[in-house]
């Protein structure tokens, strides 16, 4: 079965950003010469307009209090009723987190902040610099602090975006999680 993938859009993509932010802060300093009296200055301002445009569009985000960061991750739960995912099927289904190896140190801390680890669901998440969406777990401690553990798996996350699309807004679906190991590495598992 090949899923359908989502990707960001291109103007979204902090690589991209990047990008811009670069080429035209370099563009800006090959146009000012002295042969071009005029058009140089004039097209080098434009340019560094650009790239502050641009560099804004990175950083902004990061400082608004609701804003989210370039993988999308929440910060808590920011007042969002917390309901039960629906379900795939009738039976739960044990999956296993994928790119939980990568995000040892956060599930290491939520387990540490918790005496019963919870998880959400996060739909439209990346990895940094990735343009994919997918669908993320993030843990829940008990200060109500968030913490990305992975992502759903590949063949599932079509069908988890769109049971979390039909979720009205300011609700976050709840998922029973267990983490294995008592140290690293550790595993996550979810009931789908």
């Known amino acids: 079965m090949n899923p359908t993938r989502r990707f960001k859009p291109f103007w979204r993509w902090e690589a991209l950003l990047f990008a811009v932010v670069l080429v035209a802060a370099m563009a800006a300093s090959l146009v000012a010469r002295p042969e071009w009296p005029v058009v140089g200055p004039i097209v080098s301002v434009l340019l560094l307009a650009v790239a502050i445009a641009a560099a ?3 950083i902004v985000p990061l400082l608004r209090r609701t804003g989210r960061d370039s993988e999308n991750s929440r910060h808590d739960l920011g007042g969002d009723q917390v309901v039960p995912f629906p379900g795939l099927r009738d039976e739960p289904t044990r999956v296993r987190v994928v790119e939980s190896e990568r995000r040892q140190t956060s599930i290491e801390a939520a ?6 680890v919870r998880a959400v669901l996060t739909p439209d998440a990346s990895r940094w610099l990735g343009r994919e969406l997918r669908v993320a777990v993030d ?6 602090g968030v913490h990305r553990a992975g992502f759903v798996p ?11 699309k039909q979720l009205p807004a300011g ?3 709840e998922v029973t999680v267990t983490v294995v190991g008592r140290a690293r590495p550790f595993t996550v598992d979810l009931q789908l």
């Open 56 to 58: 804004l569009a990175l």
């Open 111 to 116: 387990v540490a902040l918790s005496r019963e």
């Open 139 to 144: 843990l829940v401690d008990d200060r109500g």
């Open 154 to 164: 590949h063949d599932l996350d079509a069908q988890v975006d769109a049971l979390l």
């Open 171 to 173: 609700q976050v679906a």
